[in-house]
């Protein structure tokens, strides 16, 4: 299971079209070696641009306003056929066998997740405080300032509790595809009387990747960042790199608030939440250009289940 941090993909689709040939070659090479990829990616930048586009044409009449599932929708089927673009092209070239299929994903949420209740993540442009207000008087949407730099309109972030079309992605698995699934962390959905509906919310994409890697049976969670390995005082003189992590270990280092909330701290909770399931596997947190190193040798930082004391106390 791989998860693209952003910096496999670029800020306008040219960009982004020859970011992604790059990452497509990455990944050919893991494909040639006889592994079978589960892909999601992020869709941050993306996601906003669109967002912006549909609200500023909505604001001069010539556009409905698009809610923000929909948005999310749009990203992962243009960043979904790149990706798939690219691969085809790379297993063309080095004669691999696995079909890339980008699927349009859906992920269940909780409407009574606490998220709900205090929205945070921010999307969209930055406006002025008034701006700001008289849009959320006029949509209901919440609206917070952002650290310093403008307000913007904020959204739920909840935890994703399953992936809808988890059979069909199965499916594909079996019949040897290379599967592009749930980019941007899915499009939230919540579960009613006359069935799925769409929210708006951000689900984090490293946590819906540890989902799947969970449900798909993964033998290895690859989450891929800008950085190669873990920190511990990142940044700081003191800073120290780590090699192999244990959840134990982790644990604590969360304890100690050693992992930023916007950056590596969602990163290691993805890779702590499949590791509790699947203690046989490994996680690895690791940069795109060094992949390879990371899957077979001693590139990234390694995570693997230890049991926690508190676990060790109840198994005894």
Not at 73 to 85: E, N, R, S
Request: charged share 20%; glycine share 10%.
């Amino acid at each position: 299971m791989i998860a693209l941090g952003g910096n496999a993909l670029g800020d306008s689709p040219a960009e982004q079209l020859e970011r992604v040939k790059a990452t497509a070659q990455v990944l050919t090479d893991l494909a040639a070696d006889g592994i079978q990829l589960i892909i999601t990616h992020g869709n941050g930048p993306q996601v906003g641009v669109i967002n912006a586009a549909l609200e500023a044409a909505h604001g001069q009449g010539i556009a409905p306003r698009f809610p923000f599932a929909e948005c999310g929708a749009m990203t992962q089927g243009y960043i979904g056929y790149h990706l798939q673009q690219a691969l085809a092209n790379c297993f063309a070239q080095r004669g691999i066998a696995q079909i890339p299929v980008c699927v349009v994903t859906q992920v269940r949420v909780d409407p009574k997740d606490p998220a709900f209740a205090d929205p945070t993540k921010p999307i969209g442009r930055f406006m002025t405080e008034e701006e700001a207000k008289r849009l959320a008087a006029q949509t209901g949407y919440t609206v917070k300032e952002d650290a310093g730099r403008g307000w913007r309109r904020v959204v739920p972030s909840p935890a994703p509790v399953d992936v809808v079309e988890f059979q069909a992605l199965r499916r594909l698995l079996e019949n040897g595809c290379a599967v592009i699934a749930s980019g941007g962390g899915g499009i939230p959905v919540v579960r009613t009387a006359e069935g799925y509906r769409g929210v708006d919310a951000v689900i984090d994409k490293d946590r819906s990747a540890a989902l799947m890697a969970t449900e798909l049976g993964a033998d290895m969670l690859v989450i891929l960042t800008a950085v190669d390995k873990v920190c511990l005082n990142y940044g700081k003189p003191d800073q120290v790199t780590l090699d192999r992590l244990s959840t134990r270990e982790a644990e604590r280092y969360i304890r100690e608030g050693h992992f930023a909330k916007g950056s590596m701290l969602p990163k290691i909770e993805a890779c702590l939440s499949f590791l509790r399931v699947r203690s046989d596997a490994t996680a690895v947190i690791a940069a795109l250009d060094n992949v390879r190193n990371a899957v077979y040798a001693d590139g990234g930082t390694k995570l693997y289940y230890e049991p926690s004391y508190r676990g060790q106390l109840q198994q005894n």
